[in-house]
């Protein structure tokens, strides 16, 4: 089973930017589509942004335009550009895969593995 380790997560000003990695034991390119996630206290996980295993990219209306996720095939990295960050960005970051031949939908009972999280804090 895939492993994933999330990491660049930290505390910065509204308008600053992040960018979040998550670090996969294998390849996820053509293999696994990868999603990230994000927790508030008190909520459930919502969705971000994803990646395809075929490659497409999709986005929540909330943060369309300011972030953007991306693949790094050498490294097994999806990353996710944080831009333009607000307060309401705040919260513990997550990247989630399912298997090639599964939907990569936007809810997270469809992904089968999870990293440990990032916090990402944005003061105002």
């Known amino acids: 089973q895939v492993q994933l380790v999330e990491s660049g997560g930290g505390l910065v000003q509204a308008g600053g930017s992040l960018r979040l990695s998550c670090v996969a034991s294998?390849?996820?390119?053509?293999?696994?589509?990868v999603s990230w996630f994000r927790r508030t206290p008190g909520k459930d996980r919502d969705f971000v942004a994803g990646v395809t295993w075929t490659g497409l990219t999709f986005y929540a209306d909330a943060v369309k335009g300011r972030f953007t996720v991306s693949e790094d095939i050498a490294s097994n990295t999806v990353a996710l550009q944080m831009n333009s960050l607000k307060p309401e960005d705040t919260a513990v970051y997550y990247c989630?895969?399912?298997?090639?031949?599964?939907?990569?939908?936007?809810?997270?009972?469809?992904?089968?593995?999870w990293g440990q999280g990032t916090q990402v804090t944005v003061s105002s």
């Open positions: 989630a895969a399912t298997p090639r031949g599964r939907s990569a939908t936007r809810w997270p009972e469809d992904y089968d593995t």
């Open positions: 294998e390849r996820t390119t053509r293999t696994f589509s």
